[in-house]
T-cell receptor, first 112, second 112 residues
């Protein structure tokens, strides 16, 4: 059972570079989410999607973009990376809209 | 707005000791409450949840009771094992929505 798969697991970016964090789930879940986790902090919601073609902003969307062209995939795009985006990023999915039940293993991103 | 407050860690216990991790919340409306566990190097996993006052969520020997009068959802386990060493996050969602609010997490270390 693959569940929620994130790639890459680690990445170092230079300031101003861009990249896409990939997320795929094989459970046919409608709801998908992107969170960031900073040291000593809880997870903060960046963006979420309630189905293919539908996305919305979370608590901390600035500097990020998402798309949801299929049910399975929910990539997160960073444009013009900044040191403040150094964090661990988690993708998650759920069958119902209440919370998020399944998380990926995370992507540790460092911007230098 | 919504917020979740957890006791600071790390919490260090001997194997077979009793565990309590405190969690209190502030929320508009009537939240659903969750505990997630994050093992080293992994993503979060839903441990248990409760959706209304006086409900008790339980899983893998862990329990938490939704206490509306004290706005609390403390996590307990009668006898911890070394394999329970992880970071535990309390979280809530309101209005049947899909945006989780997380606490900062409590690290648990269990020693032989």
């Amino acid at each position: 059972n693959a569940g929620v798969t994130q790639t890459p697991k680690f990445r170092i970016l230079k300031i101003g570079q861009s990249m896409t964090l990939q997320c795929a789930q094989d459970m046919n879940h409608n709801y998908m989410y992107w969170y960031r986790q900073d040291p000593g902090m809880g997870l903060k919601l960046i963006y979420y999607s309630v189905g293919a073609g539908i996305t919305d902003k979370g608590e901390v969307p600035n500097g990020y973009n998402v798309s949801r062209s299929t049910t399975e995939d929910f990539p997160l795009r960073l444009e013009l990376a900044a040191p403040s985006q150094t964090s661990v990023y988690f993708c998650a999915s759920s069958q119902t809209g209440e919370g998020a039940a399944f998380f990926g293993q995370g992507t540790r991103l460092t911007v230098v | 707005g919504n917020s979740v407050t957890q006791m600071e860690g790390p919490v260090t216990l001997s194997e077979e000791a009793f565990l309590t991790i405190n969690c209190t919340y502030t929320a508009t409306g009537y939240p659903s409450l969750f505990w997630y566990v994050q093992y080293p190097g992994e993503g979060l996993q839903l441990l248990l949840k409760a959706t209304k006052a006086d409900d008790k969520g339980s899983n893998k020997g862990f329990e938490a009771t939704y206490r509306k009068e004290t706005t609390s959802f403390h996590l307990e386990k009668g006898s911890v094992q070394v394999s329970d060493s992880a970071v535990y996050f309390c979280a809530l969602v309101t209005g049947g929505g899909n945006k989780l609010t997380f606490g900062t997490g409590t690290q648990l270390k269990v020693e032989l």
